[in-house]
């Protein structure tokens, strides 16, 4: 909906001939953001992480002290680097990193997964070069920036199931593993459900296997260890196993830094050493980067520094509390409706819930859900909605349950409605048996949010259609609406 008021307005085509007034440039970004999600009225679950008004002014500040400067030479500014010296030693300490330990800082959770993925080939690369089809061992439900990296780094991903608690299973992890293989990943925890990995197994089996083995914590990074301290019951998940040897936690979540701040940490500089790229033959000079970005702005590395250090360890438990009494308020009231069941046994403020063999329909349910004001994330394998409880949900939980009775409700009494809108775009997912059908519409999805050519027809003339009869509408619901209301009805025949 957003998307669709934002394109009302008449879109600029070409530099203005003459600068703009500050003010009215100022005025129209408000509006178009007037537009975007409310999340700070608790009605989102995902996306955003806010510790408070304090907090934020800080990030924000920090962040602007360092707007103009570039960490693409890491001798310019020393202030940068000094800064993310000392957010990396945090980041290790927190994580239980020995003294040999190391890493850098990435721009998010993707580039510091690309990068593990990037270093344990060019590891393999010197090491083991008699293997031309590398391939990394991960689980299901591990994150798919690992299969994106796959994809461009032209390694073989091959993907172990999970139990009934939807945690990976460990022999069958090492079932995959062959001559071939040259990581294994895991997650603490997996996004989708907030279930943790049995990571002190998998570490066991790296080891046995003489493979490296990454721990995916960003979502749970700068959270599970406040939990942990809190008293809740974790397996180790961190660099305290010795078969761990790197990990990605992201700063810009429940670090509270601002977007664009993660870190991937190393056991020892046995590893980080694969991950540096050098060109020494440009005629500009020599050029070494140490991640996969060249120009990195410096204001997410002040804001992850500012975080860090202005929270401090009592604040971050703090916060990990509040959440965690949520995340035990939303259990209590879930499991009082019948019909309601968690998923897994998540281990942080994350939290994955569908209908008992999806009756009533769990996409129905959300979409009652949206049409009361509420954000919804929708999941599949199986079918279920997911919440990462923020401290903007915390004031609103009531609320949330109280509607999601009313929708639960609604579905019992009209059991032949079917998913709408929003809902077809990942409830659809789980239904189709097509899967070639998804990726090849959703490519035309994402072809027609950057085709300008007929962006700029549509503006002109709404009744605007392509003469292309595959193009959809830029938020794709209207076929996946319809395709998703078929496939409902073909199910219960």
């Known amino acids: 909906m957003a998307l669709h008021l934002a394109m009302m307005r008449t879109n600029l085509t070409q530099i203005p001939e003459k600068g703009q007034d500050h003010a009215a440039i100022l005025a129209e970004l408000a509006q178009l953001k007037s537009t975007d999600l409310a999340w700070k009225q608790g009605r989102a679950w995902s996306m955003v992480y806010y510790a408070d008004e304090a907090h934020q002014q800080l990030i924000e500040e920090a962040y602007c002290v360092c707007f103009s400067e570039n960490y693409l030479n890491p001798f310019a500014f020393g202030s940068l680097k000094n800064m ?11 994580l239980n990193g020995k003294e040999e330990a190391t890493g850098v800082m990435t721009s998010g959770g993707t580039e510091s997964i690309f990068l593990a993925v990037y270093t344990y080939r060019e590891r393999a690369r010197q090491l083991y070069p008699h293997i031309r089809k590398p391939e990394m061992v991960i689980a299901i439900t591990t994150h798919p920036a690992f299969e994106k990296a796959g994809y461009l780094l032209n390694i073989k991903v091959r993907k172990a199931p999970v139990d009934d608690q939807l945690r990976v299973i460990p022999g069958e992890m090492a079932k995959l593993i062959n001559r071939n293989t040259i990581f294994m990943a895991a997650s603490a925890p997996s996004y989708p459900h907030g279930v943790l990995d049995p990571i002190s197994q998998l570490s066991v089996i790296a080891q046995n296997s003489n493979l490296p083995f990454h721990v995916d914590g960003c979502i749970g990074g700068f959270m599970l260890p406040w939990v942990e301290k809190l008293g809740y019951p974790l397996e180790i998940f961190d660099f305290r196993l010795p078969g761990v040897t790197s990990m ?33 033959e440009w005629p500009g000079g020599i050029y070494a980067s140490p991640t996969f970005m060249g120009s990195r702005p410096g204001g997410s590395i002040a804001a992850a520094w500012a975080a860090l250090r202005g929270l401090g360890q009592e604040g971050y438990l703090a916060i990990a509390e509040e959440l965690m009494n949520g995340v035990k308020k939303i259990e209590q009231g879930l499991t009082e409706l019948p019909e309601i069941q968690i998923l897994g046994d998540p281990c942080m403020n994350i939290i994955a819930f569908n209908t008992k063999k999806n009756h009533p329909d769990i996409f129905v349910i959300a979409d009652q859900l949206e049409k009361k004001g509420w954000m919804i994330d929708r999941q599949q394998f199986p ?34 409605e079917t998913a709408q809108g929003n809902a077809a775009l990942y409830g659809l997912m789980a239904r189709i048996p097509f899967r070639g059908m998804v990726g090849k519409n959703v490519r035309k999805i994402f072809e027609n949010l950057y085709d300008f050519r007929k962006l700029s027809k549509q503006e002109s003339d709404p009744t605007f259609a392509s003469e292309d009869s595959t193009t959809l509408p830029v938020d794709g619901s209207r076929w996946m609406g319809v395709l998703n209301r078929f496939l409902a009805w073909w199910s219960r025949k």
């Open 84 to 94: 993310e010296q000392e957010v990396i030693r945090m980041a290790i300490d927190l």
């Open 248 to 280: 990605s936690a992201d700063v810009h979540k429940f670090g509270y830094g601002a977007k664009g701040a993660s870190v991937l940490l190393y056991q020892s500089m046995d590893y980080l050493k694969y991950q540096f790229f050098i060109a020494t």
């Open 383 to 416: 079918n279920c909605i997911h919440l990462t409880v923020m401290k903007n949900n915390i004031p609103v939980i009531n609320t949330y349950l109280s509607d999601l009775k009313g929708a639960i409700l609604h579905a019992i009494e009209n059991p032949q």
